[in-house]
């Protein structure tokens, strides 16, 4: 075999790379840019009625935050399987993962109503002392609760399509859903024609409206055009004990992973709201920006671990490992790259909220820091997201996001912000760094390849 035919082989093997990469990741990367770019005109809604209403929506949304990740962990250990059964064409178990994976979330989804639902105000005097704000929360608290159940439905079909390679439907119903709940939003917060306004009310209405659209328009597909997917059985939930433990050994840690990490995040937002409300209003700010400049880092980590947990379940190992290294680079060079434009972009885009001046100012200074640590982050999210729990191995992941959250994330939370009483730039700057020990203690892991652990049987 000639030099000429080698290069044009692996020019051949790029172009297909990229080529499936590109169709996963920009469909995740746009649903998730509509997301937050919704999310964020929903909060230029909100912040026009007060920095207390900002903050009341943004602490009231930390137990919908740690409902998600525990949903996002219960559905991400569940794609690892679905994306190697999927590369294996085994639809008879891809079935049964579905079937545990909407057991489990409609588990999660009652247990988290019923605490939102009846106790409100215990949850939000964890995170703020401010009467207002926990009277404002509450009452929207109490009717998005009812969205939980919906949000459970939608996320188990969303994941596994997505592992089947399908991601543009999860796109397309959640563009649809997103936009409906901002129409609602502008609609139901400040009122139109007869309609009166329901301020906070209305928010929490539009939210729990356009979860039910989602999950309507995400099953009417399913059902009428992707047969892969449609459970016409019960059967699909009689799993056999061998199966749950194959499946529950590695997507335990998943849960564990993101149900503790959500919880230490939500520790950082106890430590924000009680150095006052503007602060965690300049936080809430910040953060529902940076969502919109991450989303090409959650599309290559979501493709990332599509594509390594294609590869693995079809027993190309040394694929997997190269794929690791490409999603790896991509991720530190786009990661660096979007950092640059967020510090040029900061102070422009915080005018577009109307808060007062001690808020837009921290609020740039937390996005600037939050532009800083972007390639870490971008990397971290490819490591966790793709590489190590695509490869299968989550315990692993468990214990390098939780040491790196809860031994210096939240220490230093804390130590920063009641013990030196730093800004609360500064505070989320001491937090960042955690990123950075992370970035180094993983890519040490994926160097040594321990992480290439087929979970699916190969016959």
Known sequence: MNGDTIML?????????????????IPIALQNLISSSLNAVDTVMIGNLGAAEIAA???SNQVFFIFVLILFGINSGMSIFTAQYWGKQDINSIKKVLGLALALGLSFSFVFFVAAAVFPQFILKIFTEDIKVIELGSEYLRIVSFSYVFTGISFAYSFILRSTGNAKLPMMVSAISL??????????????????????K?????????????????????????EVLAVKSLKVFKISKGFLKQVMATTTPVILNEALWALGMSMYSVSYARISTEAVASVQIALTIQGIFQVIGMGLGNASAVMIGNVIGANQ??????????????????????????????????????????????AVRILRVFALFMAFKFYNIILIIGILRSGGDTRFSLFLELSSVWLFGVPMVFIGAHIWRLPIHFVVVLVSCEEIIKMVVGFGRVASKKWVKRVIEYN
């Open 9 to 25: 082989q692996q020019k051949t093997r790029y172009k297909d790379f990229y080529k499936v990469m590109a169709s996963i990741a």
């Open 57 to 59: 929506v943004g602490l």
């Open 179 to 200: 936009l409906g709940n901002t129409l609602l939003n502008f609609v139901l917060i400040f009122g139109v024609g007869s309609i009166p306004p329901l301020g906070i």
């Open 317 to 362: 190992e040394k694929k997997a490992v190269d794929y690791a290294k490409k999603f790896s680079a991509m991720g530190i060079i786009t990661g660096g790259i979007i950092g640059i434009i967020m510090i040029i972009l900061a102070p422009y885009v915080i005018r577009l909220f109307n808060v007062s001046e001690i808020v837009s100012l921290n």
């Open 202 to 226: 209305g928010a929490a209405i539009a939210t729990l409206l356009s979860r039910i659209l989602e999950t309507i328009l995400i099953l009417s597909y399913i059902y009428h055009s992707y």
